[in-house]
């Protein structure tokens, strides 16, 4: 297989235009870039397609070797598809926010500028985990009566615990609970 170099030039060439104009902040340059790089695709499909030979079209005298492939003529026209579907949503984009901000330019938010400046925290390995992991509040089975002063305690719906009793509430066989089947069976 041959490579034309002219093509693969201009190839290289489009690829870097394109991909230094998608940089850019302005909109439509980004819409440009993504046009160059739809061409350098076609391109580059093109070239991957080998030599040119004869159209597809069968005929018992030609041997099979000197027939075109068709595959990259019907992916290069996919291409051309998908890329005039982008533009034409980029050019829906690009004509929005010219109605709406009359600027082409895309500006950093607040809400961009404070996630840029946080330092690096990742909340579930960095946090302190609380005593209290339950998503329930505590339950009592019985009542202890008012909590001492100077006792610890815990509040568990809506009323005071003893930090002691809700802890022996939450070991397995507590004495709080009653061991007799649930529903009120005997």
């Given amino acids: 297989m041959s490579v034309n170099l002219t093509l693969l030039t201009v190839m ?12 850019e902040r302005s909109l439509t340059r980004v819409l440009l870039g993504l046009m160059l790089l739809a061409n350098a695709t076609n391109l580059l499909i093109l070239a ?11 005929d018992k005298d030609t041997p ?23 533009t034409a949503f980029m050019l ?8 709406l901000a009359r600027q082409d330019e895309i500006q950093d938010d607040a809400e961009d500028r404070r996630v840029a400046e946080t330092p690096s925290f990742d909340a579930e390995d960095d946090s302190v985990i609380p005593v209290e ?19 610890a305690a815990v509040m568990s719906g809506g009323r005071p ?7 022996s509430e939450e070991q397995p066989g507590s004495l709080n609970v009653d061991p007799r089947k649930e529903g009120g069976g005997k």
């Fill in 92 to 99: 829906g984009i690009i004509y929005r926010t010219w109605v």
């Fill in 12 to 23: 290289g060439a489009l690829y870097a235009c394109g991909i230094y104009l998608i940089l």
């Fill in 133 to 151: 992991t339950s998503e329930f509040p505590l339950a009592m089975v019985g009542s202890d009566g008012p909590v001492p002063t100077g006792t």
């Fill in 64 to 86: 099979a070797v000197d027939y075109n492939d068709p595959l990259p003529q019907a992916l290069i026209l996919t291409s051309i598809v998908i890329s005039f579907a982008v």
């Fill in 48 to 58: 991957t397609g080998g030599y040119a030979g004869l159209a597809p079209i069968f």
């Fill in 161 to 167: 615990v003893r930090a002691d009793k809700a802890a």
